[in-house]
């Protein structure tokens, strides 16, 4: 048996870069391509104009060791200054629209309207005018990471508060910029910010990620029923979450592998898409951690039910699926954990692991997995009613930013390959891509150790000139062609 799966995810895994027959159907012209970036990982200019500090700010400076090569994002991309260059690389593959997200801090220093920053604000009005002067649709990301300090230093995400001081942010993005945006995203990766990216390190796993996770939801509510009331009468856009993770693909077809499959499926992206959709947790979720908060001696769930009313407050607040991706799990069942220190992964209770014979990555979680993405674009279709999904970020990351970038012109081929299946196989409604990222730049704790971009950018360079790799030339050429094969033979 154990043979037999080694020689399927063998065969699977080296088929990666030469063996996969690539989709031949052109996408359709409706079809949105673009590209990813968020503010701290770019725009440097961490100071400039008034802005105020964030929590990277924060902690890259006083403690560099948080960060693997010791680095900061003070300057990066510097795109604080050069967004005309990163438009100019937009536009040069063609791309339709720039998914990028605003700074809180810039435009509110102290995280409240009081503190409006006008040279901030002033910032992303160039910055859309640019883009749309060259035909590109701006869609925003109202929260990625970057909290402001202040905000931070009154409790940040955890505090019931946090819900009304995001919503009060929304509603200022809405009434500067919404005039010129129709996709609106209001936090990125929950689960991220929640757990692997939570900032106040350490956080008391399996307790405060899932407060996190109820306030994050809250906020995003708040936020969509302002746009739903005030704004959408006369703007007329949607707004959506950013859910992210893998797809786990069960380790065999025992039963016990299926379910762990599945009860992966549901701890993580039900713990956020089942109360936008469906109205509450999973059921699964609130079983277990229920059952599991009992044994350790807790009076109540760790798992902080949501009331009726939140329920109500939060179903149906998702106008479309925005999905984070880039690598697949394996898993496998395993026996009840034992009881002990709680954490959100013995609540899950499953073994997961990526083979060691996939194409890896700097990154310990980014393994190529290409297949992985049509199962999974295929299980939210089938779950939560086929949503209209855009995938918001997708990607491959090296070390080095080599301009020979081999591994990720396959990478954004095969991805976009099962994409193209789970859309015309599987009848998945979605309706556009955005790799992440447009350019090299700073990769959370991994500095700049890890390299995403379409273009290279040498930090060491003052001028931060963004050089184009082979892969964003291949990607030119499927945004203009709608095609993945190169001599542009697709099925219309
Ligand atoms: C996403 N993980 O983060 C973010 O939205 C981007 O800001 C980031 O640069 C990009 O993916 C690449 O990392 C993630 O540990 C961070 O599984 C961590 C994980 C996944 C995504």
Not at 29 to 57: C, H, M, P, R, V
Request: overall charge negative.
């Amino acid at each position: 048996m154990k043979f037999v799966l080694c020689f399927i995810l063998c065969i699977i895994s080296t088929s990666y870069t030469s063996d996969i027959v690539i989709n031949n159907k052109r996408f359709p012209t409706s079809f949105l391509f673009g590209a990813a970036t968020s503010s701290y990982q770019i725009e440097g200019g961490w100071d400039a104009d008034g802005k105020g500090q964030n929590i990277w700010d924060n902690v890259t400076h006083k403690n560099p060791n948080f960060i693997k090569d010791g680095t900061n994002a003070d300057v990066s991309s510097d795109s604080y200054h050069r967004y005309k260059d990163d438009v100019q690389l937009l536009k040069d593959h063609g791309a339709q629209f720039y998914r990028f997200s605003i700074a809180w801090p810039r435009i509110m220093p102290n995280g409240f309207r009081n503190s409006l920053n006008q040279a901030g604000v002033q910032y992303y009005k160039n910055l859309i005018a640019e883009l749309k002067n060259n035909n590109i649709e701006p869609m925003i990301t109202i929260y990625h990471n970057d909290l402001p300090q202040a905000l931070q230093d009154l409790g940040g995400i955890k505090m019931p508060q946090f819900a009304d001081w995001f919503a009060e942010y929304a509603r200022v993005c809405f009434e500067l910029f919404g005039n010129d945006v129709k996709h609106w995203m209001t936090i990125n990766e929950p689960y991220v910010a929640c757990t692997v990216g939570f900032i106040s390190l350490p956080y008391e796993d399996g307790v405060e990620d899932y407060i996190c996770i109820k306030n994050m939801l809250l906020a995003h509510a708040n936020a969509w029923h302002i746009y739903d009331k005030d704004f959408r009468p006369t703007q007329g856009g949607k707004v959506g979450m950013v859910l992210n993770s893998n797809w786990f693909e069960p380790e065999s077809d025992k039963p016990e592998d299926l379910e762990a499959s599945e009860r992966s499926m549901q701890f993580i992206w039900g713990w956020l898409a089942h109360p936008l959709y469906k109205g509450d947790y999973p059921e699964i979720m609130k079983t277990r951690v229920a059952m599991r908060s009992q044994l350790e001696g807790y009076n109540q769930s760790r798992l902080t039910e949501l009331t009726s009313e939140e329920i109500a407050y939060i179903k149906g607040t998702n106008d479309f699926f925005c999905v984070n991706s880039y690598t697949t799990a394996i898993v496998r069942g395993q026996p009840e954990p034992p009881i002990g220190k709680p954490s959100h992964n013995t609540d899950l209770g499953v073994v997961m692991y990526q083979p060691a014979d996939w194409q890896d990555s700097p990154l310990d979680w980014l393994k190529v997995c290409p297949w992985g993405i049509q199962k999974l674009l295929r299980w939210i279709a089938n779950e939560y009613g086929n949503p209209e999904m855009i995938i918001t970020e997708n990607g491959y990351a090296d070390g080095t930013g080599t301009l020979n970038d081999t591994i990720r012109y396959n990478y954004i081929k095969d991805y976009l390959s099962y994409i193209r299946d789970a859309m015309d196989k599987d009848g998945a409604n979605v309706i556009g891509y955005g790799y992440w990222s447009l350019i090299d730049n700073f990769e959370w704790t991994s500095g700049y150790t890890a390299k995403f971009g379409l273009a290279y950018i040498d930090f060491n360079d003052p001028e931060r000139k963004r050089i184009r790799k082979m892969s964003s030339y291949y990607y030119e050429h499927v945004i203009k062609t709608r095609c993945l094969l190169e001599d542009n033979s697709c099925q219309d």
